[in-house]
């Protein structure tokens, strides 16, 4: 049974950089048939995907228009985790975050409420 | 951007049908654009129901059916509960970067 479990901070300031980890358990990371996403849900901006790391003989990254400057997403394969960094955030970063994987968007992180303030 | 776009909301009575759609801005939504699709009640997580246009989860109950029609995805519900009353997102995967739909408020009354 697949398992996403998020680690992270729920409180970060203006101009600094919100990171988050997803430990998977029941799949690896390396898997040739998942890609492991990072998405935000916020009142003003609604379900918002950020980006996805997968590997298929070498590892690929895929991120949005809308945080692509600013977002980078890593696989870890020592721990089978990834984890999501977004720099220079804003209160308009505040957001509740999850991971998933989207071989069928079966399996979510418990998602983490991440607020962007002074 | 690709943009995708669903019904902003709609209404069904009961133990009736309704058909919500998806329409990507890139082109007609084929099966290779692995469109999902996600129920959201207050509160909740996003669940997904529906995965690679047609598949269903086993929790997803047998009056949830998708497809692909007219150049969309396609959500339907047959004989809606009053518990279906929801919203409900479409994700599609077309060009590079998987993309929510604006999501469809779905009332049951």
């Known amino acids: 049974q697949v398992q996403l479990q998020q680690s992270g901070p729920g409180l970060v300031r203006p101009s600094q950089t919100l990171s988050l980890t997803c430990a998977i358990s029941?799949?690896?990371?390396?898997?040739?048939?998942?890609?492991w996403n990072w998405i935000r849900q916020s009142p003003s901006r609604g379900l918002e995907w950020l980006g996805r790391t997968y590997y298929r003989s070498q590892w690929y990254n895929e991120y949005a228009i809308s945080v692509k400057s600013r977002v980078v997403i890593n696989p870890d394969t020592s721990k089978n985790q990834f984890s999501l960094q977004l720099n220079s955030v804003t209160p308009e970063d505040t957001a509740v975050y999850y991971c998933t994987r989207d071989v069928d968007f079966q399996h979510w992180g418990q998602g983490t409420l991440v607020t962007v303030s002074s | 951007q690709t943009v995708v776009t669903q019904e902003p909301s709609l209404t069904v009575s009961p133990g009736g049908t309704v058909t919500l759609t998806c329409a990507s801005s890139t082109g007609a939504v084929i099966s290779a654009c692995f469109p999902n699709w996600l129920q959201q009640k207050p509160g909740q997580a996003p669940r997904s129901l529906i995965y690679?246009?047609?598949n269903k989860h086993s929790w997803t109950p047998a009056r949830f059916s998708g497809s692909l029609l007219g150049g969309k995805a396609v959500l339907t519900l047959s004989g809606v509960q009053p518990e279906d009353e929801a919203e409900y997102f479409c994700?599609?995967?077309?060009?590079?970067?998987?993309?929510f739909g604006g999501g469809t408020k779905l009332t049951v009354l």
């Open positions: 029941g799949d690896t990371v390396s898997s040739n048939s998942a890609g």
């Open positions: 690679s246009a047609a």
């Open positions: 994700l599609l995967h077309c060009g590079g970067s998987w993309v």
